[in-house]
């Protein structure tokens, strides 16, 4: 398949490739030819536009995957777990700014 489908030179495929690279290329086989794959659409489209009388956009002839919009819930922001960490961060500036400053002198560590 990588050989065939992503057109990766066989030699480096079964000597030279590590198994991390070769996932790599397996789970992104998918989208090998996504832009021949849309030019097609964009033909059919305008095939299909010339001879239709309603107003047609790409995404009517063919919808792709990779074009899906996921709609997730937003989450709820939890106010309080918020209020928390800020109150942490402010203690630890107020603390660290009591600290004395460290100087570094480089001479001191002279041979």
Known sequence: ???????IDPRYVMDEMPLYEADIYLSRA????QELREDVRMVTWATAQVNSKKKLRPGDIYKFPWETVREEPAETPDFDRIKAMSESALKWKEEYGKRPKVHFDPRSFSV
């Open 1 to 7: 398949m990588l050989v065939l489908k992503c057109g």
């Open 30 to 33: 998918y989208y090998v030819g």
